[in-house]
């Protein structure tokens, strides 16, 4: 674990802060303005003093930034940023309050709603950030890969799809050699983009079952837990023979020249929905106001984000900070300045590859938290058939749209924010194409889009 970050409490903004709830309990206006006085009392947040867990990875940024530029001050709170070791770790510290909140991922507040590893009720009003993540393979996977990939020119054509590596894996099964890949959490994004593409391309990741609970029973490919910043080295060292993982890992291992990125998971499904930002729900309903502070401080570190290219180049500076990511600049900025490389040299335009505000990227819609539902279905970690209410009922518990738009009216009354920035939504996205498989996600009926799948559980299946 990391030194924690932190800014002192006697900051000017905060002592600007401090006097004007000072100026509240004595009913002046100590910054001489109308009425301001009473709107700092109203919205006062229970808890000043929080701290939040990240991992090393490029969407911690909203985190960062919220810090970074007196956001969280703003609000009224004194934050300190503190990275943590893994995933399990980090949910385990949320959950029994030695953190108050944390970046997470998308499936974790889900799975420790239905009790799939650490039972628990953790809750999210806020996404942090679409897509990000991509799948890379090491070097000697690539060039038994290559020959069957199609091309244009004198390079591969994109999306690279795991029918290519079927033929890899398929060699190796006959030789008696397993085929062993990582990625970062059982019900993170990664796993499930990861299975995603090797189900498309014909390939069995395996199932969740009661007497195995790696998820490797009937698997093709062998998919095992790997913390992403270890991931490279993992790769190298020839423990696992590729990976899916967040950035800057997979650039990384293009800059190292050890493995190739294949499939970035914006190819995989068109803006997804990446990570969150978690807390539990005993918290959240201790400090409603703190909550909508810390959320409207996150809205606009990410609209900060997504504002211009030299936010962005700022941006990569601070990531680069070994409190932070602690990775090169050069390496950060591959991802988050709109390009991507997959084979050293094919470095092509990816302008969507981080969004932290555009499309509504912020915003925790069920649809999302469905489509998380249905792969943890799909795979086995859910391990009965539930019907389509029971989505919809699960994704209302975790998911808190009430406390977003609580924050994203104050930041329209206070003139930060436009109403135009918010979506008008019940919820849901609509039906979504863009998956590598061409098949059409509808959140309404999660257990018809099961039954689409050739690979995977269908709707009344039982593992």
Same mark, same amino acid.
């Given at each position: 674990?990391?030194?924690?970050?932190?800014?002192?409490?006697?900051?000017?903004?905060?002592?600007?802060?401090?006097?004007?709830?000072?100026?509240?309990?004595?009913?002046?206006?100590?910054?001489?303005?109308?009425?301001?006085?009473?709107?700092?009392?109203?919205?006062?947040?229970?808890?000043?003093?929080?701290?939040?867990?990240?991992?090393?990875?490029?969407?911690?940024?909203?985190?960062?930034?919220?810090?970074?530029?007196?956001?969280?001050?703003?609000?009224?709170?004194?934050?300190?940023?503190?990275?943590?070791?893994?995933? %399990?770790?980090?949910?385990?510290?949320?959950?029994?309050?030695?953190?108050?909140?944390?970046?997470?991922?998308?499936?974790?507040?889900?799975?420790?709603?239905?009790?799939?590893?650490?039972?628990?009720?953790?809750?999210?009003?806020?996404?942090?950030?679409?897509?990000?993540?991509?799948?890379?393979?090491?070097?000697?996977?690539?060039?038994?890969? %290559?020959?069957?990939?199609?091309?244009?020119?004198?390079?591969?054509?994109?999306?690279?799809?795991?029918?290519?590596?079927?033929?890899?894996?398929?060699?190796?099964?006959?030789?008696?050699?397993?085929?062993?890949?990582?990625?970062?959490?059982?019900?993170?994004?990664?796993?499930?983009?990861?299975?995603?593409?090797?189900?498309?391309? =014909?390939?069995?990741? =395996?199932?969740?079952?009661?007497?195995?609970?790696?998820?490797?029973?009937?698997? !093709?490919?062998?998919?095992?837990?790997?913390?992403?910043?270890?991931?490279?080295?993992?790769?190298?060292?020839?423990?696992?023979?590729?990976?899916?993982?967040?950035?800057?890992?997979?650039?990384?291992?293009?800059?190292?020249?050890?493995?190739?990125?294949?499939?970035?998971?914006?190819?995989?499904?068109?803006?997804?929905?990446?990570?969150?930002?978690?807390?539990?729900?005993?918290?959240?309903?201790?400090?409603?106001?703190?909550?909508?502070?810390?959320?409207?401080?996150?809205?606009?570190?990410?609209?900060?984000?997504? &504002?211009?290219?030299?936010?962005?180049?700022?941006?990569?500076?601070?990531?680069?900070?070994?409190?932070?990511?602690?990775?090169?600049?050069?390496?950060?900025?591959?991802?988050?300045? =709109?390009?991507?490389?997959?084979?050293?040299?094919? %470095?092509?335009?990816?302008?969507?590859?981080?969004?932290?505000?555009?499309?509504?990227?912020?915003?925790?819609?069920?649809?999302?938290?469905?489509?998380?539902?249905?792969?943890?279905?799909?795979?086995?970690?859910?391990?009965?058939?539930?019907? !389509?209410?029971?989505?919809?009922?699960?994704?209302?518990?975790?998911?808190?749209?009430?406390?977003?738009? &609580?924050?994203?009216?104050?930041?329209?009354?206070?003139?930060?924010?436009?109403?135009?920035?918010?979506?008008?939504?019940?919820?849901?996205?609509?039906?979504?194409? =863009?998956?590598?498989?061409?098949?059409?996600?509808?959140?309404?009926?999660?257990?018809?889009?099961?039954?689409?799948?050739?690979?995977?559980?269908?709707?009344?299946?039982?593992?």
């Amino acid at each position: 674990m990391q030194d924690p970050v932190h800014k002192p409490a006697g900051s000017s903004r905060r002592a600007i802060l401090q006097a004007a709830a000072g100026a509240a309990l004595t009913g002046t206006t100590a910054l001489g303005l109308p009425g301001l006085a009473h709107a700092q009392k109203a919205a006062r947040p229970e808890k000043e003093t929080l701290k939040f867990g990240f991992i090393k990875l490029t969407d911690c940024a909203p985190l960062v930034i919220a810090y970074e530029k007196g956001y969280f001050e703003d609000e009224g709170l004194v934050v300190t940023l503190e990275a943590q070791a893994n995933w %399990k770790v980090l949910l385990d510290r949320v959950i029994d309050g030695q953190l108050d909140g944390a970046h997470m991922l998308a499936g974790q507040p889900l799975g420790a709603s239905i009790g799939f590893g650490t039972k628990a009720d953790v809750i999210t009003a806020f996404s942090m950030d679409l897509n990000g993540n991509a799948i890379t393979v090491s070097n000697a996977v690539w060039k038994e890969m %290559k020959p069957y990939l199609p091309m244009e020119g004198d390079r591969p054509a994109h999306p690279i799809k795991a029918d290519a590596l079927k033929k890899v894996v398929d060699k190796w099964k006959a030789d008696g050699k397993p085929f062993k890949m990582g990625m970062v959490f059982p019900v993170s994004t990664h796993n499930y983009e990861l299975r995603y593409w090797l189900a498309a391309g =014909g390939l069995n990741p =395996g199932y969740y079952t009661a007497g195995d609970i790696t998820g490797t029973d009937k698997a !093709d490919v062998l998919l095992s837990v790997t913390p992403p910043p270890q991931m490279p080295a993992t790769m190298e060292a020839g423990t696992i023979n590729g990976y899916c993982v967040g950035e800057p890992w997979n650039q990384q291992a293009v800059f190292k020249g050890i493995g190739v990125p294949v499939v970035t998971d914006y190819e995989v499904w068109k803006n997804n929905p990446e990570k969150v930002f978690g807390v539990t729900r005993g918290w959240a309903d201790k400090y409603p106001n703190t909550h909508v502070a810390v959320v409207k401080a996150l809205i606009r570190a990410c609209m900060w984000l997504d &504002a211009s290219m030299k936010n962005r180049i700022e941006a990569v500076k601070i990531l680069s900070k070994p409190a932070y990511v602690g990775a090169d600049e050069a390496v950060i900025a591959n991802s988050m300045t =709109g390009t991507f490389e997959y084979e050293k040299g094919d %470095k092509l335009p990816a302008p969507d590859f981080n969004v932290f505000f555009r499309n509504h990227a912020t915003y925790p819609f069920y649809s999302d938290a469905i489509w998380y539902l249905t792969q943890m279905r799909r795979w086995g970690q859910i391990g009965e058939h539930k019907p !389509d209410s029971w989505y919809l009922e699960t994704a209302k518990k975790v998911y808190r749209p009430d406390v977003y738009m &609580a924050a994203a009216k104050a930041l329209i009354a206070e003139g930060r924010a436009r109403d135009t920035d918010f979506p008008k939504t019940d919820g849901f996205k609509g039906p979504q194409d =863009g998956f590598i498989d061409g098949i059409v996600y509808d959140g309404r009926k999660p257990n018809d889009y099961l039954n689409k799948f050739r690979i995977g559980l269908k709707a009344k299946d039982k593992v």
